[in-house]
């Protein structure tokens, strides 16, 4: 056992190094300018935050951010506010091609962005919305509404049917079932898929690429992608490591907060019993 417990030890060890040696590299390079950028040490042996200021000075780096705050947010709050009334009818009530429906859901998540991406472009432009935020909010909800169904409608099935019954005989309708019963229930679904989601449309790149223009419209991994040095030869290294940074620390700090109701979320409905 005790070779077996040290064996398991050094592989999440190993793991963990794995998975946080980029970014804690990315910190490192964040914190050095000039040719100590290409220099190889475990700290920088003069730290400075130069690169994070000029992210700042440079270029609408703040409104970057907020542009993707506004987009992914609306994203969230529009697969929640779908999703759940989908999960009903698909989890709650029984009809005919219900199953296949969800096969449908889930294959529209399947096609690879670039298949879709002309003709969501003559969309958007049709709908007068590009170079806005209502473009990126659009073509978000292709992915993120199908997975954030799919998660709630299993959620949505594990509920008490005596529950649903009860307000039935209350004289509840759907609605005011869905709203007033098993919404409050749904905390932990509501979390993990509103947070999966949240990253997925902060990280999103080629949709928010094709349909912004101007640095002002666009979100952050544009930005970071379009950052330029002094000349078109030189490319900002600590710059873009900082912006990185910058971007990454609040969705730990999210990750962190809500892992328990990442889990749990996640998790509902696998064990029946």
Known sequence: MGLRRIAFALVVLGIVAWAVFPFAWAIVT???AGSALFTVEAWPSQPSLANYAAIFKEQPFGRNILNSLMAASAVVALSLGLAVLAAYALGRVRFRGRGLLLFVVLGVSMFPQVAVLSGLFELVR?????NRIGSLVLSYLIFTLPFTVWVLTTFMRELPKELEEAAMVDGAGPFVIVTRVFLPLMGPALAATGLLAFIA???EFLFALTFT????????PVAIALMSGASQYELPWGQIMAASVVVTVPLIGLVLLFQRRIVSGLTAGAVKG
Do not use: E, F, H, Q
């Open 30 to 32: 964040s914190l050095k």
């Open 126 to 130: 049709w709908l007068g919305l590009y």
């Open 213 to 220: 223009l101007t640095d002002d419209a666009r979100t952050v």
């Open 201 to 203: 449309a902060w990280n």
